[in-house]
């Protein structure tokens, strides 16, 4: 659980990332909405990525306490989370 409150600390900035990307570009953008990762979403096929926000790639592993852990995959959930789970 500590792993997700430090991810989710870390990528709180999503929601004020989406809102400074501007809303023009955001009014262009529909369809179904896809988490990629921590720090990217897709939009009816268009990729988003989120301003001000540097989360770790799917794939990559960090180190907590000496352990290894999917922080990649602990990230997207998080955002997928931000989201209220409207994402795949």
Request: net charge negative; glycine share 16%.
């Amino acid at each position: 659980m500590d792993r997700v409150w430090h991810t989710r600390r870390f990528l709180g900035a999503a929601t004020v990332g989406l809102i400074l990307i501007g809303g023009s570009a955001l009014a262009d953008l529909a369809g179904p909405l896809r988490i990629v990762d921590g720090d990217t979403l897709e939009v009816g096929g268009q990729r988003v990525r989120l301003l001000g926000v540097d989360a770790p790639e799917l794939d990559q592993l960090c180190q907590r306490a000496g352990h290894d852990y999917h922080c990649g995959k602990v990230a997207r959930a998080v955002l997928w989370d931000l989201v209220g789970g409207a994402g795949t």
